[in-house]
């Protein structure tokens, strides 16, 4: 009498295999357990137009300094060189995102930016001017409309900002001009 055929499925290769098995043998045994392969989190659901807390479609986002790249974290203020420019990836095509550059007084510093949209999200700031030694900057990512980002799916997220710190001494203050004495008539 022949033994009954028990088929093995090999998890991690995704290949099967069929063994012959003695009668006694079918009996049921334990088997070695094969760990799963983790599963991505499944992204939270949400309404368009309602902001996912916490979320966010940041991949990337890179400091480019004369000879080397610095990895920016929000929150975290970095130190930077004058002549910095910025690069950010999104994970997600989101046509409103925009990159800015503020002073510590919240004026927008003039800048040159590109977006690159293909599945993802690609903004690049280069700012005009060199940055002020010594000075605060944010740099922030946010939405062209409102304040919040969002995807094609129209899920939005929230702005995300970098605090900066530019390296080097600040410029001395401009000298006090003499008070114009007032002529009396």
Avoid: C, N, W
């Avoid at 033994?3 to 049921?28: H, K, N």
């Avoid at 030694?133 to 939005?156: K, N």
Wanted: charge should be positive; proline fraction near 15%.
């Amino acid at each position: 009498m022949r033994a009954p055929l028990i088929a093995v499925i090999l998890a991690v290769t995704g290949t099967s295999a069929a063994t012959e098995v003695p009668p006694s043998a079918a009996e049921p045994t334990s088997l070695p357990s094969v760990p799963a392969a983790p599963s991505p989190p499944a992204p939270p659901p949400s309404l368009p137009g309602a902001t996912i807390p916490g979320a966010t479609i940041l991949r990337t986002a890179i400091a480019v300094e004369p000879g080397q790249r610095l990895a920016l974290s929000p929150g975290t203020e970095l130190v930077i060189d004058p002549q910095t420019t910025f690069e950010i990836e999104l994970s997600a095509r989101a046509a409103d995102a925009r990159l800015v550059l503020v002073d510590g007084r919240e004026d927008l510093v003039p800048a040159q930016d590109a977006r690159e949209l293909s599945s993802g999200t690609r903004l690049t700031l280069s700012p005009a001017v060199r940055l002020v030694p010594g000075s605060r900057y944010t740099l922030r990512l946010d939405g062209a409309v409102q304040r919040e980002l969002h995807d094609e799916a129209g899920r939005a997220f929230s702005a995300v900002t970098f605090p900066l710190l530019v390296a080097g001494t600040p410029p001395p203050p401009e000298p006090k001009r003499p008070a114009r004495k007032k002529k009396r008539r």
